[in-house]
């Protein structure tokens, strides 16, 4: 069993910060890349941020220079650090993570969304 536990949603006016976590839990042997999704009401789900095992890491440009991903690997948890937030974005932030169980099982698996609302 896998479970993966988002934090740090809320509302805050634009140009204030907000930081997401994604703590991993459960039978793990190794974790592959970690990312950040949002979904905006009647839009497609779109990739915000993404970190690989080895700390590489790629942004949505509409995000680049205001949002920081990271990991912590001794605790199996990923940060989005949002900064200079805008209205746009408003959306439902999902966490995603590549990893195995076993040497020969991987999977990704999904947070179940927080809500991060942003006022002008």
């Known amino acids: 069993q896998v479970q993966l536990v988002e934090s740090g949603g809320g509302l805050v006016q634009a140009g204030g910060s907000l930081r997401l976590s994604c703590a991993v839990s459960g039978s793990i042997f190794s974790i592959n890349a970690m990312g950040w999704y949002r979904q905006a009401p009647g839009k497609q789900r779109e990739l915000v941020a993404r970190?690989?095992?080895?700390?590489?890491?790629n942004y949505a440009d509409s995000v680049k220079g205001r949002f920081t991903i990271s990991r912590d690997n001794a605790k199996n948890t990923m940060y989005l650090q949002m900064n200079s937030l805008k209205p746009e974005d408003t959306a439902v932030y999902y966490c995603?993570?590549?990893?195995?169980?076993?040497?020969?099982?991987?999977?990704?698996?999904w947070g179940q969304g927080t809500q991060v609302t942003v006022s002008s």
């Open positions: 995603a993570v590549d990893l195995n169980r076993s040497t020969y099982s991987r999977t990704v698996y």
């Open positions: 970190i690989t095992s080895g700390a590489s890491t």
